[in-house]
Nanobody
């Protein structure tokens, strides 16, 4: 059974940093597309960043240059380093995963969001950025 557990959320002043972690257990496949989605109540879920088993990364336009996704395969942990945080980054952040798609589809937040019904997701961790 696949389990995903996020941690690292909190409240931070604008311009600050946070690092989220997602511990994954029970993944049964050799391939994966894993990453972070975020959602604000009343708005659509947004893809933030993804990383695949072959190391390709993909970022949402609003976070490019500020957020970095990485993985520790030995520990089965995916990290999201968030720098220069802005109030508009405030949201519930979810770790999500699915199998790596075949080309031309790429591993991305858009892909994870579209395939959320067949994928896996954690309970989320809240990030609040105040000005």
């Amino acid at each position: 059974q696949v389990q995903m557990a996020e941690s690292g959320g909190g409240s931070v002043q604008a311009g600050g940093s946070l690092r989220l972690a997602c511990v994954v257990s029970g993944w049964p496949y050799d391939d994966y597309c894993i990453g972070w989605l975020r959602q604000v109540p009343g708005k659509e879920r947004e893809g933030v960043a993804t990383i695949s088993n072959i190391g390709t990364t993909n970022y949402g336009q609003s976070v490019q240059g500020r957020f970095t996704i990485s993985r520790d395969n030995a520990e089965s942990v995916v990290y999201l380093q968030m720098n220069n945080l802005k109030p508009e980054d405030s949201a519930m952040y979810y770790c999500a995963a699915n199998r790596r798609p075949r080309l031309p589809t790429v591993c991305s937040g858009v892909y994870l969001r579209a395939k959320s019904d067949s994928g896996y997701r954690g309970q989320g961790t809240q990030v609040t950025v105040f000005s």
